[in-house]
C-alpha cells in the first residue's frame, strides 16, 4: 500500500530564509507527483507537477526534484516571503486517476 | 473561467439527514473526484468518475453515492448522515491520463450533530 509521509509538519522560518520540504513515499510505481499549497479554510492550489520521468520542475522561486528510486520529492523555496505561509501537501498519482497525498507541512514565515 | 465551483460552502446537518454536495467544472476535464480532508489525515479518495457515465470507488466509499450528471457535474449524496462524517469535501477534476494534473475546488465544510 503507497503511504506519503511529509517531514516536518510544521516550519516556522523567518523571512529571507531558502528552505527545504521533503516528501517520501513507500512505492516508486508512481507516474507523477504533485505538490500543492493550502491556505486556511481554502482548496488545494496545483504548485508543480513531475512526472515520472523527470528529474526536477521549476516555478519561479519554487523547484520540486524527484528521485523515484528512493521514494522521494523536495520543495524548495528561495527567499521565503511571509506570502508563503500555508500549508504544502504532497500527492502522488498511483493508476492514472489515483492521488494519495501526505497530511502536509504547515509553514510559518514571519517578518 | 470558474475552474472547480462547489455548493454549499458550509452546511451543518443533524445525525439521518440526506444531504447532496454539487461540484461543477468548467475545464472539459473528463475525470472529476470527490475527496475528503480530516485533521492529521490528509486527503482521501471517496468517489472518482473517470468519464461520463462511470464512476468507481476510492479509499473510503462508505455511507456516500455519486452522480457523474454529464461532463461538468459530479454529485456526492449522504443519504443518512452520521458524526464520522463531519469534514471537509473537496471536488476536484483533470484531464484523464498519465499527466492528470488535478485542480481543486474551494471545498464545503460539512458538520454532522
Known amino acids: 500500500k503507497q503511504e506519503v509521509t511529509q517531514i516536518p509538519a510544521a516550519l516556522s522560518v523567518p523571512e529571507g530564509e531558502n528552505l527545504v520540504l521533503n516528501c517520501s513515499f513507500t512505492d516508486s510505481a508512481i507516474y507523477n507527483l504533485q505538490w500543492f499549497r493550502q491556505d486556511p479554510g481554502k482548496g488545494l492550489t496545483s504548485l508543480l507537477l513531475i512526472q515520472s520521468s523527470q528529474r526536477e520542475q521549476t516555478s519561479g522561486r519554487l523547484n520540486a526534484s524527484l528521485d523515484k528510486s528512493s521514494g522521494r520529492s523536495t520543495l524548495y523555496i528561495a527567499a521565503s516571503q511571509p506570502g508563503d505561509s500555508a500549508t504544502y501537501l504532497c500527492a502522488v498519482l498511483r493508476d492514472t486517476d489515483k492521488l494519495i497525498f501526505g497530511t502536509g507541512t504547515r509553514l510559518q514565515v514571519f517578518p | 473561467n470558474a475552474g472547480v465551483t462547489q455548493t454549499p460552502k458550509f452546511q451543518v446537518l443533524k445525525t439521518g439527514q440526506s444531504m447532496t454536495l454539487q461540484c461543477a467544472q468548467d475545464m472539459n476535464h473528463n475525470s472529476m473526484y470527490w475527496y475528503r480532508q480530516d485533521p492529521g489525515m490528509g486527503l482521501r479518495l471517496i468517489y472518482y468518475?473517470?468519464?461520463?457515465?462511470?464512476?468507481d470507488k476510492g479509499e473510503v466509499p462508505n455511507g456516500y453515492n455519486v452522480s457523474r450528471l454529464n461532463k461538468r457535474e459530479f454529485s456526492l449524496r449522504l443519504e443518512s448522515a452520521a458524526p464520522s462524517q463531519t469534514s471537509v469535501y473537496f471536488c476536484?477534476?483533470?484531464?484523464?491520463?498519465?499527466?492528470?494534473?488535478?485542480?481543486f475546488g474551494p471545498g464545503t465544510r460539512l458538520t454532522v450533530l
Open positions: 468518475s473517470a468519464s461520463e457515465g462511470t464512476t
Open positions: 476536484a477534476s483533470s484531464i484523464q491520463g498519465l499527466y492528470n494534473e488535478q485542480f
